[in-house]
């Protein structure tokens, strides 16, 4: 016998959700979208932007539509003072345009001091650390930028829910969800919106 709609669990506290993301800009060009399903604690330490946790809350699944995000309830406006220019000494090599490292904006001004950490891709547990993209390379300098990929655009945000599930008291308690596969849901996060948390902007 099939569940009634009105038998379908709803998304709201202690629930994980199961769902697809596109993402794309205000004149809907693609930008990013989840490569499948992905599996998230709602509003926990691997859930989404808050305009869209919102937005979900008390859908079940089948719930598909898009949303219009302005870059306040997104990844912020940029932020010009994000962007530093560094000796390239301090960092190690090989070195390339996209690679990410992680440090606090005034930690050491001193041209000698100690080589920047690549970013290993580990939320830092200093919430003024921030995330640093190699955007330009010289010979003797390195040019930086902290700002979110996406800081400054309006975003179009399409969300299919497949799938809600009562978390288990470990999943509350941790603040994430478990998928199938915990090694590969951990990879399948959507990128572009977790990320946030790691970067200037974030409404987290």
């Given at each position: 016998?099939?569940?009634?709609?009105?038998?379908?669990?709803?998304?709201?506290?202690?629930?994980?959700?199961?769902a697809e993301f596109w993402?794309?800009?205000?004149?809907?060009?693609?930008?990013?979208?989840?490569?499948?399903?992905?599996?998230?604690?709602?509003?926990?330490?691997?859930?989404?932007?808050?305009?869209?946790?919102?937005?979900?809350?008390?859908?079940?699944?089948?719930?598909?539509?898009?949303?219009?995000?302005?870059?306040?309830?997104?990844?912020?406006?940029?932020?010009?003072?994000?962007?530093?220019?560094?000796?390239?000494?301090?960092?190690?090599?090989?070195?390339?345009?996209?690679?990410?490292?992680?440090?606090?904006?005034?930690?050491?001004?001193?041209?000698?001091?100690?080589?920047?950490?690549?970013?290993?891709?580990?939320?830092?547990?200093?919430?003024?650390?921030?995330?640093?993209?190699?955007?330009?390379?010289?010979?003797?300098?390195?040019?930086?930028?902290?700002?979110?990929?996406?800081?400054?655009?309006?975003?179009?945000?399409?969300?299919?829910?497949?799938?809600v599930r009562a978390a288990?008291?470990?999943?509350?308690?941790?603040?994430?969800?478990?998928?199938?596969?915990?090694?590969?849901?951990?990879?399948?996060?959507?990128?572009?919106?977790?990320?946030?948390?790691?970067?200037?902007?974030?409404?987290?």
């Amino acid at each position: 016998m099939s569940n009634s709609s009105n038998n379908a669990r709803k998304i709201g506290a202690n629930t994980v959700v199961t769902a697809e993301f596109w993402i794309s800009d205000s004149q809907g060009t693609p930008l990013d979208d989840s490569d499948g399903p992905v599996v998230f604690l709602h509003r926990g330490q691997d859930s989404l932007l808050p305009r869209l946790d919102d937005a979900i809350e008390g859908k079940e699944p089948g719930f598909d539509n898009i949303f219009h995000l302005e870059p306040e309830d997104a990844f912020g406006d940029y932020d010009a003072e994000l962007v530093r220019v560094e000796p390239r000494a301090r960092f190690p090599e090989p070195l390339e345009v996209g690679m990410q490292f992680e440090g606090v904006p005034g930690d050491d001004d001193d041209e000698d001091g100690p080589l920047v950490t690549e970013d290993d891709g580990e939320l830092s547990d200093d919430e003024d650390a921030l995330v640093f993209t190699v955007t330009d390379l010289a010979e003797d300098r390195v040019v930086l930028d902290a700002n979110h990929p996406y800081a400054g655009m309006a975003l179009r945000v399409r969300i299919k829910v497949l799938d809600v599930r009562a978390a288990e008291p470990d999943e509350v308690e941790q603040g994430f969800a478990y998928g199938e596969e915990d090694e590969e849901n951990e990879e399948q996060a959507l990128d572009a919106l977790l990320d946030a948390r790691r970067r200037p902007g974030t409404l987290h």
